[in-house]
């Protein structure tokens, strides 16, 4: 069965810090990896998508990037802003089914 | 605007009593998918449906029945609550089930006391 872990569990950066988060899987057969951010008492919302052919993706400020044969993500953020403090999910999909890690709780202070 | 809603947001309700979910997409998705949020064991995937008529088990089905007549429809039932199912309930969506992000809802915070 798929487990995904993300390390650190929570993180406190100064603003303007750039910063990496990372997720890692024990399957490397998987579909893709999917990076969220949950605000608090919200639901998610999705930052990147990465296909299993691909080795990254980026939008704006954040850069993930994907080793499938060591089963690593990381998610890079640039230039962090206070707006950036939240909870940080990847989620990879194994067949037809979805495995989450429990989070980086990220607090960027101004 | 293309959204995916689930109805109710809270709930509170006993032991014992049926409930049920709502969850509804309007992007024609065919993938829909229900979790569930627990502290410090994150989201785990309870049913998932690949599109009308076709329903699989998650990680955690035990206790909860799902159903998907129309595609933009796909209700959680939990027959009969019980506590250890308190927890924040998500819905999700996607076109297909691989190859496109999935979308959530704003989840449900059920209690069961």
């Known amino acids: 069965k798929q487990e995904v872990t993300q390390i650190p569990a929570a993180l406190s950066v100064p603003e303007g810090e750039n910063l990496v988060l990372n997720c890692s899987f024990t399957d490397s057969a998987i579909y893709n990896l999917q990076w969220f951010r949950q605000d608090p008492g919200k639901g998610l919302t999705s930052l990147l998508l990465?296909?299993?052919?691909?080795r990254e993706q980026t939008s704006g400020r954040l850069n993930a990037s994907l080793d499938k044969s060591s089963g690593r993500s990381t998610l890079y953020i640039a230039a962090s802003q206070p707006g950036d403090s939240a909870t940080y999910l990847c989620a990879v999909q194994s067949g037809n089914q979805f495995y989450f890690g429990t989070g980086t709780s990220l607090t960027v202070i101004p | 605007e293309a959204q995916v809603t689930q109805n109710p947001r809270y709930l509170i309700t006993v032991t014992g009593k049926k409930l049920t979910v709502t969850c509804s997409q309007n992007m024609n998705h065919e993938y829909m998918s229900w979790y569930r949020q627990d502290p410090g064991l994150g989201l785990r995937q309870i049913y998932y449906s690949m599109n009308v008529e076709v329903t699989d088990k998650g990680d955690v089905p035990e206790g909860y029945k799902v159903s998907r007549k129309e595609k933009r429809n796909f209700p959680l039932i939990l027959e009969s609550p019980s506590p250890n199912q308190t927890s924040l309930y998500f819905c999700?969506?996607?076109?297909?089930?691989?190859?496109?992000?999935?979308?959530f809802g704003p989840g449900t915070r059920l209690t069961v006391t």
């Open positions: 990465i296909q299993s052919s691909q």
């Open positions: 999700a969506s996607s076109l297909i089930a691989s190859s496109y992000e999935q979308y």
